[in-house]
Structure formats: C-alpha cells, structure tokens
C-alpha cells in the first residue's frame, strides 16, 4: 500500500500561506508516499489550483452528512469534492470535543463522504483519564465500531489514531504504546469491514514531528501520520514526508 503523510491546518491558514504550499511542492515534489493538506475550506480551491500537476493533494476538515438543504453555515462532501478536496478529516478529537460530534454522526458523515467520492479519514484516540483508567483499546474498539461505515474499502477509508493527550502538546505514546493500539486497530477493523482492513492506511496523530517521524514510521501497522502543527510549515512537513517516503 502507499502510505500517506496528512497535514490537518486546522483554523490555521490565509490566502498568504500559499507560499508554504509552494514551498512544500518544491521541496518535495514526487515523494514515495501520498502527500495531503487539509486546510480550513476556505483555502480548498486554492490550494487544489496551486498543487494541480503536483503530487500534493487538498482535502478538507469535515463534512456535513446531507449532500444539499437547510444547513445555514455547513459544508457537505459533494461541494468539497467540487472544490477540489479528494479527503476529507472527519470525527477528530476537537469536533467530537468543541461540537459534540458522536460515532453515529461521524459514521453518517463518513458515509456521505464517501458517497460524494471522498476519502474519510476517520479519527479515533483516547483521552489521558482514559488511558489511565486502562481502558484505550476498549475505547477506541468502541469508536471503530460506531464511527467507521461497515461497506468502507482501503480506497475510501483511512483510520488516524490520535491519542487525545498527544494532540497539541508535544508528549507522544511510547512506542509499543503506539503499535499496540496499530495491531488492535488492524485486527478490529477487520473484524468490522472484513478483507479490506488489511490494506486500509493506519495513521498516527499526535505532535509528529521531524525529529520522531522515522521512528514512529518504522513500527508495523503504522501507515503514515496526520500532522497538525508541524504541517504549517513547509520547512517541517517536507521531512516528515521525507521520513514516510523512506520508511
Ligand atoms: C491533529 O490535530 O490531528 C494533530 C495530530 O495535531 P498535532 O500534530 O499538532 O499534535
């Protein structure tokens, strides 16, 4: 399978940050591995003009589960897709968090995605209470099962596992933290979509960085990552592609 290196920008990101996808192209312009951004949708047609040609590709940060109608201030995936995003980020931590998405509304955004051509890169992780509490692969089992569409294929799935507590903060799991949550999430999901999950993209998320990519993307079952904050940058993001590219 190719592996994927995704750039989450979150709220982060104006006509000027063109430059740094400029930057990102030039630096690396025909990596072994995918190469995604997915800035605030503002930036979607944009930056999907700007990469045309190249390796880069645009994805989006959510979706809503309808395709049209009433929804004053939300987006649907098939008005994404028409904007040029081939991805789109959907039950990440913040959403689940900031606007109380749940597994079943991100398993109807998933489906809609996937329905408008998408790629749904569903988010799953455990709060730090939680991890304590012994309870992470019990949690994230429990997201797989709610958030994940059972008719999903390696071509319209990506799972990110992304620790809660990691997110932002610079601390990372320990490693076999890490492929202990890939392994279970592999076996899961095969459990959940069958054949399939063999070849679906594991991602890693959580303060991935230059300077622990490699070894984060030598672990099995790690299959890329979705970088926040180190994907602002070209100057960042570029060797964190480069790491995947080599792993
Ligand atoms: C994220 O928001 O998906 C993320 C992993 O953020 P960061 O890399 O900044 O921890």
Redesign the pocket.
């Known amino acids: 399978m190719r592996k994927l290196a995704a750039g989450?920008w979150?709220m982060n990101g104006t006509v000027a940050s063109l430059a740094e996808v400029q930057a990102l192209i030039a630096a690396q312009p025909a990596p072994a591995c995918e190469m995604l951004l997915c800035p605030p949708a503002t930036l979607i047609s944009a930056i999907a003009t700007a990469a045309h040609g190249s390796a880069l590709m645009v994805g989006a940060q959510g979706c809503h589960a309808k395709p049209s109608g009433a929804h004053t201030g939300d987006l649907s995936a098939p008005m994404l897709a028409d904007a040029g995003a081939s991805h789109v980020?959907l039950g990440?931590?913040?959403r689940r968090a900031d606007h109380g998405e749940t597994d079943a509304q991100v398993r109807a955004k998933a489906e809609a995605a996937q329905a408008a051509g998408l790629v749904a890169i569903v988010?799953v992780g455990e709060t730090e209470a939680q991890r304590d509490a012994g309870e992470t692969l019990a949690v994230i089992g429990a997201q797989i099962d709610g958030s994940v569409p059972t008719t999903s294929t390696a071509a319209n799935l990506v799972i990110?596992y992304?620790p809660v507590w990691?997110?932002?903060?610079g601390r990372t799991p320990t490693l076999s933290q890490i492929a202990e949550v890939h392994a279970f999430l592999r076996a899961r999901l095969a459990d959940h979509i069958g054949a399939q999950a063999a070849q679906v993209r594991l991602l890693y998320?959580?303060?991935?960085?230059p300077s622990n990519a490699a070894e984060i993307f030598a672990l099995p079952d790690v299959d890329g990552a979705?970088?926040?904050?180190?994907?602002l940058k070209a100057a960042d993001f570029a060797p964190i592609v480069a790491a995947l590219s080599a792993a």
């Open positions: 989450n979150k980020i990440h931590s913040e988010c990110a992304e990691a997110i932002g903060t998320g959580g303060s991935v960085k979705l970088v926040g904050g180190a994907s």
